[in-house]
């Protein structure tokens, strides 16, 4: 383990422990549940005028275009906020990605938002967790980078996306081209574990709805000239879930449709959430999913529209990757910190980054936990301690520590 040097002590000796508290009850305050575009609206400029203190171009994207499947089977657009990018020293040579979310689960009907200290070194609050708190550890890292020497030799871009909550959809191109030749990202998600254990190999994750077409009739006189459409989505929520195995998980998660007792009804909407472990999984899905889709067509009498797909591909660590975490570890030890790691189900943008060929850590976030509940919460002091890991971790970076 490298002990800190002078340099780097110095790096975090400015760090603003208050000030960055004071921006996380600020931005918990602001509602930004995904699609609350007003909420959002205000999050982004509020961001816009925080990132204004590196020496960069602050920018605010339009969302790519989305759509979802309404419960009527029609294909609709969906709405997103604009992401936030921050570009520091665009024509350096070695240049970096750090990534976070503005977006919360809750939406302004919710009763959670609002802030309470739950004692000295704690604090529930919306988003606080998840990732408010990360955002201000990016923040103050890159304010503490910039003291470092070996700063002006480096390049870096920031991307705060409004859509991460719900898949990134509208934000998925602009993560593949900010990730395009990047040294190394570090994605600002909190912590795996309380304690601070960061994730490692993660699984994918995709979404789809299927629109399934029968044929109404009446259920009393001639039920016989009806193609009950609920059923034959029934019948593939129950096929998929027993394509489960032990590479792959498959969630049905909800049927629209129906209407009326006495009418066999022609409409139905299944959607469901798959979770691959490996890419092959994944791969193998799709023909899986055809082979159902085909044959729930022909025993039903029906026709089925699919929408969607992966939309994070499965994210194993390779050797950069474990590169990249023994450095952050290190960093940790010289802290004070103990970092260690552990594979998980949960899903974010580092999947869609290490897609790219980067590799790159996803929890350099705060401490907390109980996330996208009412109890979420964060460990105050952890904004500073994070802080430092990511400003000596990114110091160290820029020494060429990966090569």
Request: contains cysteine; negative net charge; proline residues 6%.
């Amino acid at each position: 383990m490298k002990q800190l040097t002078d340099e780097e002590r110095a790096l975090i000796t400015e760090i603003d422990q208050q000030g960055m508290l004071a921006a996380v009850e600020l931005w918990a305050d602001i509602n930004s549940g995904t699609g609350h575009l007003p909420g959002l609206a205000r999050m982004a400029e509020e961001l816009s005028t925080a990132f204004s203190a590196l020496p960069g171009e602050v920018s605010l994207i339009d969302p790519a275009p989305v759509t979802t499947i309404a419960a009527d089977g029609q294909e609709v657009p969906r709405e997103n906020g604009q992401h936030l990018v921050c570009r520091v020293r665009p024509d350096a040579p070695r240049r970096f990605l750090l990534t976070g979310h503005m977006d919360t689960v809750y939406p302004p009907d919710h009763p959670f938002q609002s802030i309470t200290w739950l004692d000295d070194d704690t604090i529930n609050g919306p988003g606080t967790a998840d990732m408010k708190g990360g955002i201000a550890v990016i923040l103050e890292a890159l304010k503490a980078f910039e003291r470092s020497p070996h700063a002006a030799e480096i390049g870096y871009d920031v991307m705060i996306n409004s859509d991460e909550e719900t898949g990134s959809l509208s934000s998925s191109a602009l993560i593949h081209e900010l990730a395009q030749g990047k040294y190394a990202a570090l994605t600002y998600e909190p912590s795996a574990r309380p304690e601070g254990t960061l994730a490692h190999a993660r699984g994918g994750s995709g979404n789809y709805a299927v629109t399934v077409t029968g044929q109404s009739a009446h259920a009393g006189r001639n039920p016989q000239d009806g193609r009950n459409a609920i059923v034959a989505a029934a019948d593939l929520a129950v096929r998929l879930k027993a394509a489960q195995h032990a590479s792959i998980s498959i969630n049905p998660a909800k049927i629209d449709g129906g209407g009326a007792n006495n009418v066999v009804p022609d409409h139905a909407v299944l959607r469901f959430n798959i979770r691959p472990k490996t890419t092959a999984a994944a791969e193998q899905f799709e023909k899986t999913l055809a082979q159902l889709i085909t044959a729930i067509e022909t025993e039903h009498d029906v026709s089925l529209s699919l929408h969607g797909g992966i939309s994070r591909p499965p994210k194993p660590v390779d050797a950069q990757a474990e590169k990249l975490f023994a450095l952050v570890r290190d960093v940790g030890a010289a802290l004070g910190q103990n970092i260690d790691w552990q594979d998980t189900g949960g899903v974010c943008d580092g999947n869609n980054v290490a897609a790219c060929g980067v590799p790159v850590i996803d929890t350099m976030g705060v401490r907390g936990g109980k996330i996208h509940s009412p109890q979420e919460f964060m460990i105050v002091p952890s904004l500073s301690e994070r802080a430092a890991l990511s400003a000596i971790t990114l110091h160290r970076l820029a020494s060429g520590a990966l090569a």
